[in-house]
């Protein structure tokens, strides 16, 4: 039962209404006030104030402020005015409903307005913060192409400076050529001019002159052809370099690899691999009729129904070995599992049952209803009674008609719900 505060007082001004209300040995937050133009309330348990105003107020711009349990507040009138009473006397008892009905409808309405804006502003900012993440990306992608761009200048003028030093080396190869062919025709020319004179003096014939000429001609080829010679260097020797490198199993550099780690892994890849022969050396051993998959299933049925569920178990898991795509297998061997009390087992086979009967449809469905059931039937049996409805209200969704799983998933909520209250 609320106890309603009457003992508050109040003044006021032409433009505002200053009201005390006391609040004592209560602790007063925002959210126990409650204002709109014409309404105001304040409900702190076991305190209750109330009060439908005389005139309508700014309920924007007036304020509450908690001090010493006691609240003041500070309401802006509306209109210039002075008021008779603080709250409206001797009204209407329907008027004074609907305008308590119209303050709640306005204080929902403003709370949607601000939510909307609130939304609004969060959209806003959000946006603001795209576009400046998107700016500063664009800037820091400008300086990075920037600074490839002034790296590929500079790689390229050090480029040049070295093409371009390369190139006077060799016009100063080629002077220093020239300079030594220059000098070598002199010497031929001095020669010639000595041997010419020399004939000459010594008055010779024709014939000795011309055999002289011949001599003098064919040193100069010489000279030419040993100047031609020296100006090219002699071609490099052939030969063969021989690289070997070290065995690796994996790609990676061995200064980037973990060792141990690659070790260990070799060594479970050859532990599967002597795991998969002994496998098909067990297999090479059977007989023709026992390498069918549907033949081992049929004799797994068999031994399920005269209650020899071990012997079910390794028939299906034969059966499996030899091919692991049939979802039967799996849903048959949850079956024994779940009669073993296997049931983490029966919720493993049920899983991949579910996984291999892919796309749902039609013909797979009584398939599928077993699965859920059974895995849900494992989960109730472990106590996870939220995990096994789920699978039961997922067979249901299968099988609407299905009264059985009705009455099991109705079961299971009264066990949920029974649950829920002794907690």
């Given amino acids: 039962?609320?106890?309603?505060?009457?003992?508050?007082?109040?003044?006021?001004?032409?433009?505002?209404?200053?009201?005390?209300?006391?609040?004592?040995?209560?602790?007063?937050?925002?959210?126990?006030?409650?204002?709109?133009?014409?309404?105001?309330k304040v409900n702190v348990p076991p305190f209750l104030f109330e009060a439908i105003l005389y005139a309508p107020i700014d309920d924007t711009s007036s304020t509450a402020k908690i001090r010493n349990e006691t609240i003041f507040f500070t309401l802006y009138k509306k209109e210039v005015a002075m008021w008779e009473s603080l709250v409206m006397e001797n009204g209407d008892k329907e008027k004074m409903?609907?305008?308590?009905?119209?303050?709640?409808?306005?204080?929902?309405?403003?709370?949607?307005?601000?939510?909307?804006?609130?939304?609004v502003t969060k959209r806003e900012h959000k946006k603001y913060a795209l576009e400046a993440t998107m700016k500063l990306e664009e800037t820091e992608r400008k300086r990075i192409e920037n600074l490839k761009e002034e790296e590929r200048k500079k790689v390229t003028e050090e480029l040049e400076r070295w093409k371009e030093k390369q190139r006077n080396e060799e016009k100063q190869r080629r002077i220093q050529?020239?300079?030594?062919?220059?000098?070598?025709?002199?010497?031929?020319?001095?020669?010639?001019?000595?041997?010419?004179?020399?004939?000459?003096?010594?008055?010779?014939?024709?014939?000795?002159?011309?055999?002289?000429?011949?001599?003098?001609?064919?040193?100069?080829?010489?000279?030419?052809?040993?100047?031609?010679?020296?100006?090219?260097?002699?071609?490099?020797s052939a030969g063969t370099i021989k690289i070997s490198f070290t065995s690796r199993v994996f790609p990676t550099a061995l200064r980037e690899s973990r060792v141990a780690e690659e070790e260990e892994w070799l060594h479970k890849q050859a532990e599967a691999r002597r795991a998969m022969n002994a496998n098909f050396s067990e297999l090479k051993d059977l007989n023709?009729?026992?390498?069918?998959?549907?033949?081992?299933?049929?004799?797994?049925?068999?031994?399920?129904?005269?209650?020899?569920?071990?012997?079910?178990?390794?028939?299906?898991?034969?059966?499996?070995?030899?091919?692991?795509?049939i979802p039967v297998l799996y849903l048959n061997r949850a079956a024994c599992h779940l009669k073993l009390r296997n049931l983490h087992k029966t919720i493993e086979d049920s899983s991949k049952a579910l996984e291999l009967?892919?796309?749902?449809?039609?013909?797979?469905?009584?398939?599928?209803?077993?699965?859920?059931?059974?895995?849900?039937?494992?989960?109730?049996?472990?106590?996870?009674?939220?995990?096994?409805?789920?699978?039961?209200?997922?067979?249901?969704?299968?099988?609407?008609?299905n009264k059985t799983l009705e009455q099991d998933a109705e079961k299971i909520e009264h066990i949920i719900h029974g649950t829920a209250q002794d907690s």
């Fill in 288 to 325: 023709e009729e026992e390498k069918n998959p549907d033949w081992l299933k049929d004799k797994g049925n068999k031994m399920f129904a005269t209650g020899n569920y071990l012997a079910a178990v390794n028939a299906y898991n034969l059966a499996i070995l030899l091919n692991n795509k």
């Fill in 357 to 401: 009967l892919i796309p749902p449809v039609s013909d797979n469905a009584d398939a599928r209803v077993k699965a859920y059931v059974r895995r849900g039937t494992a989960f109730c049996q472990l106590e996870l009674y939220a995990e096994g409805l789920q699978d039961y209200e997922a067979a249901l969704k299968i099988d609407p008609t």
């Fill in 177 to 236: 050529r020239e300079e030594e062919i220059r000098r070598e025709r002199k010497l031929i020319e001095e020669k010639k001019k000595q041997e010419i004179n020399k004939a000459k003096t010594l008055n010779a014939g024709t014939s000795k002159t011309r055999s002289i000429s011949t001599r003098v001609c064919s040193s100069e080829n010489i000279f030419s052809g040993k100047l031609k010679e020296e100006s090219f260097p002699a071609p490099r």
């Fill in 1 to 40: 039962m609320p106890v309603w505060v009457r003992d508050y007082s109040w003044r006021q001004t032409d433009t505002a209404v200053f009201l005390s209300l006391p609040m004592r040995g209560v602790r007063v937050t925002q959210a126990n006030i409650f204002c709109t133009d014409q309404y105001l």
């Fill in 97 to 119: 409903q609907r305008i308590r009905e119209n303050a709640i409808i306005k204080a929902q309405e403003k709370a949607d307005e601000e939510e909307k804006s609130k939304a």
